[in-house]
């Protein structure tokens, strides 16, 4: 939810106020015209509080009171006088009767009253386009007598995504189930004639980036059919009605050009549980995915519409969306494995020229926990990095530069290290490197270097395995090694530095999870003791006893620092093996593992 957005109570308080003010402006404060003998007969009867005159306009305004003397109020009237001297007649009587008199304003004829409520209006609607463009900055020249429109109007309608599965890699079960879409879409009645239900709204899980738009476009694409695109958070105005009736005019548009896709992406903007939203933008939420529920339910088999929806988190959707005859289709996206990455880079070198010694396999390998979106700028990168040293074609180097400018940031040439923090951090980053040599169940180490890169002053990298569940002693070895480089700096240089904050946030996340979750410390025992979070999505402590906490506490504690005493303890026996790599380190600035094993005369992998 946008942060900008009013809250109902404030938008609601500004409406009213502004109405009361205008109605009061143009009921109250405008007398009532009568003819000018009601005011000399009320004069005459004595029933005029007070009287005002306006001379150049021949105005008089007179105050009259009810007749019925205990009666509180009155009414203002206004008539004009005959003549200035039928105004003078006028106010002598007045005198005579002892009633109050004075001047007056001009009298506030009919059309200055209009136009001081018109004014009123047009400040009341400056405010609201004011807001409402501030809303939907995205959407551009929105104004507030189109607020309906359907923002998929953007994208143009009608117009078929050239892209089908080919363009999609590394999610080959995601596909095989969206296949069946597009049979839906290309042959709706051989669907129907065997009875099998019609596929209404599909769900894409997955994280960012992982290609679920990509996804959504090739089922269109292959079907060529239309695809009609939008994003969840356009349909969460500040007005109620707003985003709902965007949500009609996308499925009106959507008909208009069946056989279609309508694309949303985001969708958990509008899909969240309902009354679970504290604050603005909450009924109009609700509104709009009653809305959407509607449009889905209202879909009769021939309409040949298909929803295709988006989020990275399901858990957080309403039920009502994922009942069946709505999105009951959910179709996971994975972050890709390295079979997935190969696949996706394959995808995105077809028009790059590539050295033929270019092995995308490595590059692969050396982009564990990427995802898509990621891999095509990896790509993007490593050409840019090709065609600024004047290269005919993109070469392995280019590649592995551009996995560490997208890991890591931009090398930060600017930055001089002093002699001394050159030194610590070469035996930082030994550290690291040489626990995840020696260590049994370390993932392999890949390289080491000691040039600064975004926020990091070195980084040693590993290779992961792309195993999909680990095991204890992996978790421990990944701990020994994170917590290597602050053994390494302590135990040669007899201090520690900030340098190893992350090493430890990093060391300390493993543990925790371990003794909290994967029930792998015989102390805490196997309960899961899962974080949870409020209202917000902000952590909000375990659930558990304070004596659990506490025990909790204490064993990740323990752990962390049995396990780095140990560390220190290896470094030490390893200490002429230590000082060959930081100065390998120091000399070289980046090393390959290759390198590293023949400095330590180690024997080389595979
Ligand atoms: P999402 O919608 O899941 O956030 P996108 O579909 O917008 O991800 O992906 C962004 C870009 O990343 C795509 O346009 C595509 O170029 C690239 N990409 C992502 N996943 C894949 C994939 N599986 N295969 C090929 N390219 C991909
Ligand atoms: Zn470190």
Redesign the pocket.
């Known amino acids: 939810m946008k942060s900008n957005r009013l809250p109902n109570l404030v938008r609601w308080l500004l409406i009213l106020g502004i109405t009361f003010l205008a109605l009061q402006h143009f009921l109250m404060r405008q007398p009532l015209n009568v003819p000018i003998s009601v005011i000399e007969q009320s004069i005459a009867s004595g029933s005029v509080e007070r009287l005002r005159f306006h001379p150049e306009s021949l105005y008089v305004e007179a105050f009259i009171k009810p007749s019925d003397k205990n009666s509180k109020g009155g009414t203002l009237v206004q008539a004009r006088a005959v003549s200035p001297q039928h105004l003078d007649e006028i106010r002598r009587r007045a005198e005579a009767k002892g009633i109050m008199y004075g001047t007056a304003n001009p009298p506030n004829p009919f059309w200055a009253s209009m136009f001081s409520m018109v004014l009123y209006i047009s400040i009341f609607c400056g405010i609201w386009y004011f807001i409402a463009m501030r809303q939907g900055g995205k959407s551009g020249g929105r104004g507030m007598f189109n607020f309906g429109d359907s923002p998929a109007k953007r994208f143009q309608p009608g117009l078929r995504p050239k892209k089908t599965f080919a ?5 080959d079960e995601a596909k095989e189930e969206l296949k069946e879409i597009v049979d839906f879409l290309q042959n709706p009645g051989d669907f129907m004639r065997l009875g099998s239900r019609i596929p209404k709204g599909v769900l894409l899980v ?1 994280d ?8 959504a476009q090739a089922v269109a694409g292959e079907a060529s059919v239309s695809f009609l695109s939008a994003n969840g958070s356009e349909f969460v105005e500040m007005f109620v009605g707003v985003g709902a009736s965007r949500i009609r005019s996308l499925f009106e548009e959507a008909k208009k050009i069946a056989p279609c896709i309508v694309f949303i ?1 985001e969708i958990d903007a509008i899909g969240k549980k309902r009354g679970v939203a504290v604050g603005g933008g909450h009924d109009e939420r609700e509104h709009a995915l009653n809305q959407l529920l509607g449009e889905l339910d209202g879909f009769v088999g021939n309409n040949k519409i298909v929803v295709i929806a ?1 989020t990275n988190r399901v858990d957080v959707l309403d039920e009502a969306l994922i009942r069946p005859g709505r999105f009951d289709r959910q179709v996971y ?1 994975p972050v ?1 494995d390295v079979a997935g990455r190969k696949a ?1 880079l394959e ?2 070198v077809k028009n790059v020229k590539l050295a033929p010694a270019v092995d995308l396999e490595i590059v692969a390998k050396d982009t564990a926990g990427m ?3 990621d891999l ?1 700028n990896v790509v993007n990168e490593a050409t840019l990095f090709a065609t600024r040293k004047k290269k005919s074609a993109v070469e392995q180097s280019d590649f592995s530069e551009a996995v560490d400018k997208v890991t890591m940031g931009a090398e930060r040439k600017s930055m001089r290290l002093s002699e001394k923090e050159k030194k610590l951090t070469a035996y930082h980053e030994a550290g690291h490197a040489l626990v995840a040599l020696l260590t049994k169940d370390a993932n392999p180490l890949h390289k080491i270097t000691i040039i600064p890169r975004g926020q990091a002053l070195g980084y040693t990298k590993q290779l992961p395995p792309d195993n999909h569940c680990t095991t204890k002693e992996e978790l421990f070895a990944r701990v020994k090694v994170a917590v290597g480089g602050r053994a390494a700096e302590e135990l040669v240089f007899n201090t520690v530095t900030t340098g190893a904050y992350s090493d430890f946030l990093n060391a300390t996340f493993v543990l925790r999870r371990m003794v909290y979750e994967f029930g792998m410390s015989e102390n805490a025992g196997l309960v899961v003791h899962k974080e949870k979070t409020d209202f917000f999505g902000h952590p909000s402590g375990v659930d558990a006893s304070q004596k659990t906490k506490e025990l909790l506490e204490k064993e990740v504690n323990d752990k962390l620092n049995e396990i780095y005493k140990q560390v220190k303890k290896l470094l030490e026996e390893h200490r002429v093996k230590l000082d060959l790599l930081a100065a390998l380190l120091l000399e070289k600035e980046t090393v390959t593992a290759d390198e590293v094993r023949k400095t330590l005369s180690l024997p080389a992998i595979q």
């Open positions: 363009d999609v890699a590394g999610c997955g960012p980036g992982t290609g679920k738009t990509l996804l992406d988006a996206v890709p996706i995808v995105h995802v898509g979106a095509q």
